[in-house]
């Protein structure tokens, strides 16, 4: 996987050359907000997977002949974090005592957590937009 910057311009275009210009095969949806879902439709390859663990409590809109044109299998389901958190952080942990680097890539941002409310106001608007 590669991160990518999606309020970069070209973030489409750049994101379809690095799936042989078709689009990722699978998109991962986990924030639960309608508009994320909307983009992961958007950005997946034609017949491809759109996952969503995200907790969706707002109406969902789809335009039929989108899904029809896309021809994309959409899955929902639960994501089962608290089972798996034990050994997903010693695998982090064990990673992260060979590889150091790792985690200083993989965290993009810190926040407060006193900001934690205007963060996701922030994130929600990005994704409206």
Do not use: W
Request: hydrophobic fraction near 45%; include cysteine; charge should be negative.
């Amino acid at each position: 996987a590669k991160a990518l910057d999606p309020s970069a311009a070209d973030f489409k275009a750049n994101l379809k050359s690095q799936c042989d210009n078709r689009g990722p095969d699978v998109v991962l949806e986990v924030v639960g907000h309608p508009g994320a879902l909307y983009s992961a439709l958007e950005l997946v390859r034609v017949a491809g997977v759109v996952s969503s663990c995200g907790v969706h409590i707002a109406p969902l809109t789809m335009v039929g002949n989108d899904l029809y044109a896309k021809g994309v299998k959409m899955v929902f389901g639960r994501c089962h974090v608290r089972s798996v958190f034990e050994a997903s952080m010693g695998l982090l942990q064990r990673v992260t005592q060979k590889t150091p680097e790792l985690i200083d890539e993989f965290v993009q941002k810190k926040i407060r957590i006193e900001d934690a409310v205007e963060v996701s106001e922030v994130v929600i608007e990005m994704n409206d937009d």
